[in-house]
């Protein structure tokens, strides 16, 4: 590992089955959803490093959910569980037939987090919501909301419905990487100039091993709210496809009368995707855009370089 990895500490958590371990490993080991049935149960702590954007480094820790394992955390371990915390994401099974177990847990994991990380950023996904009937999603999704944005108090927690079966997933896991990038601002700064140099409708930013959108600026408004995951998920599952052939996924154009789309390696770390609805602009101008570019964002994405702004010229 480079000493200059900025390293932040993930606990996840939460009671045995809830999910955590298929939701990690559909993330960040490019299982699919169906493969994650094999998976057994997380014996005590499992650690992984996974490298993000290059100098970021995820030091996750999902913590098996067995009611012993739970005690120890709160009482033997509980310094080294609980001390330098960046985020903390609790997951809940939403038909879990023991709620009250479940929130008495979370209050014990929130005590911990004031004691010792007290600013670290708390996430709860209320997942396999898949099992609820679609009528009732919204209704019970509220209801939990409140109940937990309530028991976490004095500590801000942001909540997410998810499900291993559709884009939820990546929506959740995309919002709290977000809140983990160090340069997250000037990134997305530089790419809004971006998008104006070259009139995109929008353009997007994916992490290169995860897919998940890390940035993103539109120049117009688009019809479909849950655009981005859907992407995340349809392009990773074909990349997982590629990758089963013994090839390698490097970029696709997708053209109807209406639009095109572009998808390309961008950084060492990224792709990217342009949206560009103005026929006049043929797709080799937007590729050169797009290769020009890829020098500047390398340059954004060391950590502790420079602070960079994009003037360019574009074709």
């Excluded at 849950?226 to 995340?232: A, N």
């Amino acid at each position: 590992m480079s000493s200059t990895a900025m390293k932040k500490k993930v606990l996840l958590m939460g009671k045995s089955g809830s999910g955590k371990t298929s939701m990690r490993s559909i993330i960040f080991a490019n299982y699919i959803a169906r493969d994650t049935r094999r998976l057994g149960a997380t014996i005590d702590v499992e650690h992984s490093h996974v490298r993000f954007l290059g100098n970021l480094v995820l030091n996750l820790w999902d913590c098996g959910g067995q009611d012993t394992f739970m005690e120890n955390y709160f009482t033997s371990q509980r310094d080294n569980i609980f001390r330098n915390v960046e985020v903390l994401i609790y997951v809940f099974d939403v038909e879990s037939r023991e709620l009250e177990k479940d929130m008495h847990y979370y209050q014990s994991c929130l005590e911990a987090i004031l004691q010792n990380s007290p600013d670290a950023k708390v996430f709860c996904l209320v997942h396999k919501m898949d099992l609820v009937q679609e009528d009732q999603r919204d209704v019970i999704f509220k209801e939990r909301e409140e109940d937990l944005k309530r028991l976490s108090r004095p500590l801000a927690c942001i909540c997410f419905r998810t499900s291993i079966w559709d884009e939820t997933l990546y929506k959740a896991w995309s919002s709290i990487v977000y809140q983990l990038i160090p340069n997250v601002q000037q990134l997305e700064s530089n790419l809004r100039n971006f998008a104006q140099i070259i009139e995109a409708d929008e353009v997007l930013l994916f992490e290169r091993a995860t897919f998940l959108v890390i940035s993103h600026y539109q120049c117009r408004e688009q019809r479909d709210a849950h655009r981005f995951e859907k992407i995340s998920n349809i392009i990773k599952q074909f990349k997982l496809s590629c990758s089963k052939l013994a090839a390698s996924f490097q970029s696709m154009e997708v053209r109807n009368s209406n639009f095109a789309a572009f998808i390309d390696v961008f950084t060492s770390n990224t792709y990217v995707m342009v949206i560009m609805s103005d026929p006049s602009i043929p797709s080799a101008a937007t590729l050169i855009n797009i290769r020009n570019a890829r020098k500047h964002f390398e340059k954004l994405e060391r950590v502790d370089g420079p602070k960079h702004s994009l003037h360019m010229r574009m074709h």
